[in-house]
DNA sequence: CCGTATAAATATGTTGACAATATTGTACGC
DNA sequence: GCGTACAATATTGTCAACATATTTATACGG
């Protein structure tokens, strides 16, 4: 799980506070001070300035020159302007996955999906992110396209992440996502491509409108 | 043009370091050694290595542990796979314009249009890569998504303009191009998000399919 | 002559200290 | 009591030096 490789403090911290910031554990808004990072981390200032500049160019904080980095606060604005993100890019990486999967990654896929349907039918209970997130990452793997498993893995996925950990209830109910994740599948298996971006875009577009509707809901 | 903040030695040596990677200044697979450009910068190794670490976030040099970074060599088969997420992203971008777009910025859209046109009916010359990347950039910022022009202004033009810099035969006719312009021109007047969307894809489609039929000749 | 093994040299990773800037605290005047 | 000006403190930005790992050079043996 854990590749000892790049046994540099850098990239140890730069994960360990990515975690950190994605899973809410360092409250949005927080200003990260180098040298409270450097006693906690055990380290000099060095290797955690690299870290932060890695975090900023994430988008994960925010730097302003003289003052100092804070953790980004995430509206719910924002969050709607990145699931346009996530729906273009996904709906893409869906397109190609139809294309370039091979027949057992495909086969895989599909018995995934048949864990997740023997899950709801026991429990009848909302499908878990981890399960959810499973799928979309078997199906990014698949596009084979290492530019676009990059963007998606690495940069977008810590900002949605970062969002569902603090608002687990815009999940939306895990018979709608099934059926949609079915849907899906299905036009893989028929290397539908057109198909198959179009199924993800809605099923991205139908989550993002759920947070849009939402935002209507507060101001009332 | 040059905002002097955010005054701090690493913003700047990120800065001319990208535009030389960019600009093909700086040869691809060359080794980025830190005591040399902190010789060149007249600065301290300190800043040269955080400068470094956000080439390497965004993907322009890559990073071995206590080896170094080079600077990535862009192969067409990698530029195919940008042109995808180009394609998806902009085809977003351009459906976004189409509904957020003020009037005033389609009529500055439409004026900008009008020159080209002029300027091609005088010189009969291929578009200038600035004046295509003008068209695209006034449509990214149209769609008035931070979060979409941040991907695509800040972390895939580069990799584009890096690529265009070497092999700027790519450009395709003018003539196409402009049509494809005004139809794309037309489905924004109209508000028309799904041509829009359409248009804008078939445009960098297009431009994607002229790479790649580039590869199967280089084959023969 | 080629390959391996060892040693010198160079580069990266890390550290602590100094300089410049911003924040905080305090006193003064209104 | 409130706002401003100044001083003290703390933090960021930068630098030079040390520690460790890799690359290059050299010498030895086959």
Redesign the interface.
């Known amino acids: 799980m854990s590749e000892k490789?790049?046994?540099?403090l850098?990239?140890k911290i730069t994960k360990t506070l990515r975690e950190g910031i994605v899973r809410g554990e360092i409250i949005p808004g927080t200003k990260l001070s180098e040298p409270k990072l450097a006693e906690q981390f055990q380290t000099s200032r060095?290797p955690i300035?690299?870290a932060i500049?890695?975090l900023?160019?994430?988008?994960l904080v925010k730097h302003v020159?003289?003052e100092g980095v804070r953790v980004i606060t995430l509206t719910q604005e924002?969050v709607v302007?990145?699931y346009?993100?996530r729906?273009?890019?996904e709906?893409?990486a869906a397109a190609?996955a139809a294309i370039n999967m091979t027949d057992d990654e495909i086969e895989d896929l599909s018995l995934l999906m048949h864990v997740h349907r023997e899950h709801q039918s026991n429990t009848g209970a909302y499908m878990q992110s981890d399960g959810d997130f499973d799928f979309h990452y078997k199906i990014i793997q698949g596009s084979k396209?290492?530019?676009?498993i990059?963007?998606l893995c690495e940069?977008l996925y810590h900002l949605v992440r970062m969002f569902r950990y603090r608002s687990a209830r815009f999940e939306h109910r895990a018979s709608l996502a099934l059926i949609e994740h079915e849907q899906l599948l299905f036009a893989i298996q028929q290397r539908d491509e057109q198909l198959a971006e179009m199924m993800m875009r809605r099923h991205i577009a139908r989550a993002r409108d759920d947070i849009a509707s939402n935002i209507r809901e507060l101001r009332s």
């Open positions: 490789k790049d046994q540099t850098t990239t060095g300035r690299e500049r890695c900023e160019v994430m988008g020159a003289h924002q302007e990145i346009h993100v729906e273009a890019l709906g893409k190609l396209n290492r530019f676009l990059r963007q940069d």
